[in-house]
C-alpha cells in the first residue's frame, strides 16, 4: 500500500451505536484522520466507492447486511478487496467472525483506546 503523505488518511467507520461512532470519530478526527460514518451498511460498495477509504472500522452487528457479509462483499471485490477492514464486536467468536470474513484484524469491544489506536496505525502501515 502507498503511504500518502500530501493528504489526511481517510477512515470509514460502520457501525450503528451513535455513541460509538461520535466516540470513535473524534478520537481519529483529533488524530489528523479525515472520518466518515455510516450507521447501516445498505449500498456499501457505493458509499465505499464515494469515500475511497485507507481503512474500513467495521461494526459485526450492523443492519443490512450485517458486518460479516459487508466485509465479504468488500473482500470478494477486487475493485476493494485491497482496502484494510479491522472488524470490531462484543461478540465472543469475533476472531473467527473476523478471520471468516477476510478482515485483516480485529478488536473487541469495549475496547483499549490505545490499543485501538496501534491496530489502525499498523493498517496504516504509519
Known sequence: MLI?????RKILIFDDDV???E?????????????????????ILGIVDQVKPDLIIM???????????ATLLLKNNQKYS???VLFISAN??????AAYSYAND??????????????VSLLLNI
Open 23 to 43: 466516540v470513535i470519530s473524534l478520537i481519529f478526527s483529533e488524530k489528523g484522520y479525515e472520518v466518515s460514518v455510516s450507521e447501516t451498511t445498505y449500498n
Open 106 to 119: 480485529y478488536i473487541k469491544k469495549p475496547f483499549d483506546l490505545d490499543h485501538f489506536e496501534y491496530k
Open 82 to 84: 485491497a482496502i484494510p
Open 59 to 69: 461494526d459485526n452487528w450492523i443492519p443490512d447486511r450485517g458486518g460479516v457479509e
Open 4 to 8: 500518502r503523505k500530501d493528504k489526511k
Open 19 to 21: 455513541m460509538t461512532l
Open 92 to 97: 465472543l467468536d469475533i476472531e473467527k467472525l
